[in-house]
């Protein structure tokens, strides 16, 4: 079972800038899509980036589009989320997400769904 492990969250002024980390356990990482995911309170949890298996594709909700910034390091097992000009709109619990179904497939959202981190808390103050 991977059990992903978020870390980089934080509080930040409107603006400002914070990085997630998600180191990932298992041998297979290399060969799948992972991604961000974000939840508000009372709100369901909403696409934010995904990456294919060898960084060459990236997809992003049009409200990060710019801002945001998706990789991955295959020899760490870990992908990262760079967040700069921060909007307290983006205030959220952050998932760490992966796929284990689809090896070397597409960063489809709807495939990275297979296993989940505990989340990293991103707060940005107006």
């Known amino acids: 079972q991977v059990q992903p492990v978020e870390s980089g969250g934080g509080l930040v002024q409107a603006g400002g800038s914070l990085r997630l980390s998600c180191a990932a356990s298992?041998?297979?990482?290399?060969?799948?899509?992972m991604g961000w995911f974000r939840q508000y309170p009372g709100k369901e949890r909403e696409f934010v980036a995904t990456?294919?298996?060898?960084?060459?594709?990236?997809y992003y909700a049009d409200s990060v589009k710019g801002r945001f910034t998706i990789s991955r390091d295959n020899a760490k097992n870990t992908v990262y989320q760079q967040m700069n000009s921060l909007k307290p709109e983006d205030t959220g619990l952050y998932y760490c997400?992966?796929?284990?179904?689809?090896?070397?497939?597409?960063?489809?959202?709807?495939?990275?769904?297979?296993?989940w981190g505990q989340g990293a808390q991103v707060t940005v103050t107006s």
């Open positions: 997400a992966g796929d284990q179904e689809n090896p070397l497939g597409s960063p489809d959202p709807a495939y990275v769904d297979d296993y």
């Open positions: 298992g041998r297979t990482f290399s060969r799948y899509a």
């Open positions: 990456i294919n298996w060898n960084g060459e594709i990236t």
